[in-house]
């Protein structure tokens, strides 16, 4: 069987890479038991970096919308040069909810 792809990036997720599940409606916005994608852990956490929770529930709860949008378009474009396996800091604090 082979290692799933990441819906934000398109790099596979290899067993043992770090990886987390993203509910695509927050959680704390009605989402509880709704959708969820697996994605490399570094992808994970830059859509928290760049969205809060309200701008996600609202207009970015898509793979499709996520990857429109202009800082994780550009993020995507360089995280897709690393390896899967990559791990780095994301920069700057995770925006409010």
């Avoid at 928290?48 to 994780?72: I, M, S, W, Y």
């Amino acid at each position: 069987m082979s290692d799933p792809n990441c819906p934000l990036c398109g790099r596979p997720i290899p067993k043992g890479a770090p990886q987390s599940l993203h509910h695509l409606i927050p959680k704390l916005k009605g989402g509880k038991g709704g959708p969820t994608v697996l994605l490399h852990d570094i992808c994970h956490r830059e859509i928290h970096a760049t969205l809060t929770e309200a701008e996600l529930a609202r207009d970015f709860n898509t793979p499709e919308t996520l990857q429109a949008h202009p800082r994780l378009a550009k993020f995507i474009a360089w995280v897709q040069k690393r390896p899967p396996e990559f791990r780095s800091r994301v920069p700057g604090k995770r925006r409010k909810r």
